[in-house]
């Protein structure tokens, strides 16, 4: 694995630990080699992961609206900040450059980026794992309602097993790296027929 998007606030939450695990993860994606891409912002826990990044001396490649450049105040000490023209592009990008996915705590637009990703993941345009950093239980609610939406029916099991999660950075990151997504090519041909 080479390169990990990682989503999340451009708001550093009420919390410390919010702000500890973003440093944490984007100091052992640095560590390891692995090149973070996220949304090219330098507040929140966005400056936070990518500034832990980069003064653990990984590379960080930032891909952000046109529109929001000033708005979420556009990285200027990153690897590369690439200026896109809608948050479509954006994602698509970020989505592109990436070899996994990881979601930190933030708010609608995080969840919307994730929930994404995993119905990509899920409909098998790419095969690239995603996790949840649930740090301090952020996540245990969004947790649930998978777990809830399994049960009645609206994701399958195998569709469940594709949303990673853990408290620990390089747990995440190992659980990433080694995961494999055999079944869901499968499911896909079959249900086309």
Known sequence: MNSICVYCGSSSGRKEEYRLAA??????????????????????????????????????????????????LGHDGLTELRVVGSMHERKAQMAELADGFIALPGGFGTLEEFSEIATWTQLGFHRKPLGLL?????????????????????????????????????????????FHLPYLHKWIDRDQR
């Open 23 to 72: 440093e944490s993860l984007g100091s052992e994606l640095a560590r390891r080699g692995i090149t973070l891409v996220y949304g090219g912002g330098n507040v929140g826990l966005m400056g936070v992961v990518a500034d832990a990044a980069l003064a653990a001396g990984g590379k960080v490649i930032g891909v952000i609206p046109r529109a929001l450049l000033e708005k979420e």
């Open 134 to 178: 649930n740090v301090g239980g952020f996540y245990d609610g969004f947790l649930a309602f998978l777990d809830h939406a399994e049960v009645e029916g609206f994701i399958r099991p195998q569709h469940r097993s594709i949303v990673l999660s853990s408290t620990a950075s390089g747990e995440l990151i190992d659980r990433l790296t080694s």
